[in-house]
């Protein structure tokens, strides 16, 4: 995969978190693969990723990611974004 597919495949998984629709994380992700995160343990499946979702969904469910930046080069990419959420929202 080039550094540019890796950019929308990166984009596909933002939008489709921020849309809740955790199904299309089949499509972009390997069942084994690996996330890491600064600060986090990693997440060491697509099962476990899609559970973590969940969880910050239903415990911030206006959660919404803006990508600021994303950069790409030798297999790995970074990005850079922020979150939007509000608490204490009455439904």
Do not use: C
């Amino acid at each position: 995969m080039d550094n540019q597919q890796a950019l929308k495949l990166l984009h596909r998984y933002h939008d489709a978190t921020n849309a809740r629709r955790l199904d299309d994380l089949d499509d972009i992700f390997a069942k084994d693969f690996i996330n890491f995160a600064a600060g986090f343990e990693p997440v060491k499946s697509l099962a476990a990723m899609k559970k973590l979702i969940q969880e910050l969904l239903l415990a911030f469910p206006d959660w919404h990611v803006t990508v600021e930046d994303m950069f790409a080069q030798d297999n790995k990419v970074v990005t850079r974004w922020w979150r939007l959420h509000v608490f204490g929202r009455s439904s």
